[in-house]
């Protein structure tokens, strides 16, 4: 490689501070939410495919499965685009505690009277309108937990 190739690639013109410089425009990913926008497509058409048969036999409609998956992605779009609007360094100072109450939650599955069981398995939890699984909590808290963890060690590893 030429220098004025790897010169371009250490600069850290970009860099201040370890994080990337204020710019204007959208603060999220182009690829990353045209990416998003396939997997998730392709889940709907995947869902649809292979259950509308299913749901017109014992829901009565074909499409009950697929309304009820579009709700989800509606709510799901909303929520990202609230994370989209916090600035992610105000996670670092609640890493603990959204660590400490994942935990909770995950043990609370266990107490008999407050954890759902279904199918041999206790997993859920009823929080009146809706029913959660923690485990999906503590999926996304275990990322966080490890981006903090790597960023705040980055240097010694």
């Known amino acids: 490689m030429s220098s004025d190739v ?5 600069q850290r013109s970009k860099w201040s501070d370890g994080g ?3 710019q204007e ?4 990913d182009l690829g990353l939410m045209v990416a ?3 997997l998730v497509s392709l889940g709907v ?3 649809y495919s292979a259950s509308s048969v299913m749901a017109a036999q014992r829901m009565g409609e074909h499409h009950i499965l697929l309304t009820r998956q579009l709700q989800n992605i509606g709510i799901g779009v909303m929520a990202m685009l609230v994370a989209l609007q916090l600035d992610y360094r ?3 100072r609640l890493i603990y ?3 400490g109450g994942t935990v909770l939650l995950l043990a609370l599955v266990l107490v008999p009277g407050v954890g759902i069981t279904e199918h041999g398995a206790t997993r859920w ?3 009146g309108l809706l029913r959660f699984q923690p485990a999906e909590l503590a999926k996304l808290t275990a990322v966080m937990f490890l981006a903090y963890s790597v960023s705040k060690k980055g240097k010694r590893m």
């Open 6 to 10: 790897l010169s371009n690639l250490t």
């Open 90 to 92: 105000w996670y670092r």
């Open 25 to 28: 425009g959208p603060n999220w």
């Open 36 to 38: 998003v926008f396939i």
């Open 125 to 127: 939890l009823n929080l």
């Open 20 to 22: 990337i410089d204020q």
């Open 45 to 47: 058409v995947m869902l």
């Open 97 to 99: 505690p959204i660590l």
